[in-house]
């Protein structure tokens, strides 16, 4: 199976610590995304990084990836309540389709 | 520009008995996607669509499970006949071709009894 491990499976912090989520994945990117999924609702595409990048950005999120560990992970600084719901990664394994295999979450709670 | 809209939001059926769940992808994306989500776990592809053209159903169960993509814009996924394990949410997403993430309808919550 490509589907890919996240670590932890569930996280429980207090309002403005950080959260780092981590994840595995089993053979060669072309690109691996974070989504999120607040309880009930769609999910909601957060940062993509490509296989030859090593770090990215995005306001009080930081994604690396190691390619050599086929690992990446997601930190959320100076977390707020507003952040509690479940993190996705997802890899495309390239080709021309496209396609996302997701993993099965970390469930993220912030207590304010 | 507007979502990825979905209907029906919920729907509650009898095993045996056919549904049919309906998405409208954000206007100009090719590809269209149906995911399944059991509740705990992470969506599974089920089908792809690249304008009106199926480009990967390979994990489709096609024994009750079908889709399609008239005219390439609006697609309708259908079970027929549901089984209990069908219990999940729905999840269209469509995907620019420019960029590489997907944006997710809210989704359609089944529930089979």
């Known amino acids: 199976s490509q589907q890919g491990e996240e670590d932890p499976q569930a996280l429980s912090i207090q309002e403005g610590e950080n959260a780092t989520m981590n994840c595995s994945y089993k053979t060669s990117i072309n690109n691996l995304q974070w989504y999120r999924q607040n309880s009930g609702r769609g999910l909601v595409h957060l940062i993509l990084?490509?296989?030859?990048?090593r770090e990215k950005h995005s306001g009080r999120l930081r994604v690396t990836l190691d390619t050599s560990k086929k690992s990446s992970s997601l930190l959320i600084t100076a977390s707020r309540a507003a952040d509690t719901a479940s993190y996705f990664c997802a890899m495309n394994y390239g080709g021309s389709q496209g396609n996302l295999i997701f993993g099965k979450g970390t469930k993220l709670s912030v207590k304010p | 520009e507007a979502g990825v809209a979905q209907s029906p939001r919920y729907k509650i059926i009898e095993k045996r008995q056919s549904v049919a769940f309906w998405c409208n992808p954000i206007?100009?994306?090719?590809?269209l996607y149906w995911y399944q989500q059991i509740l705990g776990q992470g969506p599974k592809l089920l089908i792809q669509?690249?304008?009106?053209?199926?480009?990967?159903d390979s994990q489709l169960p096609k024994d009750r499970f079908s889709a399609e993509r008239l005219k390439g814009v609006d697609s309708t996924l259908k079970i027929q006949p549901a089984k209990l394990e069908d219990s999940a949410v729905y999840l269209c997403?469509?995907?620019?071709?420019?960029?590489?993430?997907?944006?997710f309808g809210s989704g359609t919550r089944l529930t089979v009894v």
């Open positions: 997403a469509s995907r620019n071709q420019a960029n590489y993430g997907y944006t």
């Open positions: 206007s100009g994306h090719a590809t």
């Open positions: 990084i490509r296989s030859n990048e």
């Open positions: 669509f690249q304008n009106n053209g199926v480009v990967d």
